[in-house]
Nanobody
């Protein structure tokens, strides 16, 4: 069982920055879960992948809407994930979820996400 605890959400004005953090804990095989990332869901909208990372080689995939503004980082040894968000826009307003999984194939769609965090709210005002 994996627990994911997010922190760092809040309210900012457009153009501002926030840093989200996620810590993975629990009694599990850390070598089995190679993929971590962030998803988000805004009210009335579908859940979407924001950025995912391969823990082994550091490969990443970003949503087009956040490229150049968001940066993911991972402490591999401790399975601590961070998301630096800059130049935030009102359309970034959403609940942000930390995720972890063992398969890259369906990870971006969410189908192969094994565990989800509780989420942290990000609100960007214009």
């Amino acid at each position: 069982q994996v627990q994911l605890q997010e922190s760092g959400g809040g309210s900012v004005q457009a153009g501002g920055s926030l840093r989200l953090s996620c810590a993975a804990s629990g009694n599990f095989d850390r070598e089995y879960y190679n993929y971590m990332g962030w998803f988000r869901q805004a009210p009335g909208k579908k859940r979407e992948g924001v950025v995912i990372i391969d823990r082994d080689d550091g490969a990443t995939r970003y949503a087009d809407s956040v490229k150049g503004r968001f940066t993911i980082s991972l402490d591999k040894a401790n399975l601590r994930l961070a998301l630096q968000m800059t130049n935030l826009r009102p359309e970034d307003t959403a609940m942000y979820y930390c995720v972890i999984g063992s398969s890259w194939l369906g990870f971006w769609s969410g189908d192969d996400v094994d565990y989800w965090g509780q989420g942290t709210q990000v609100t960007v005002s214009s």
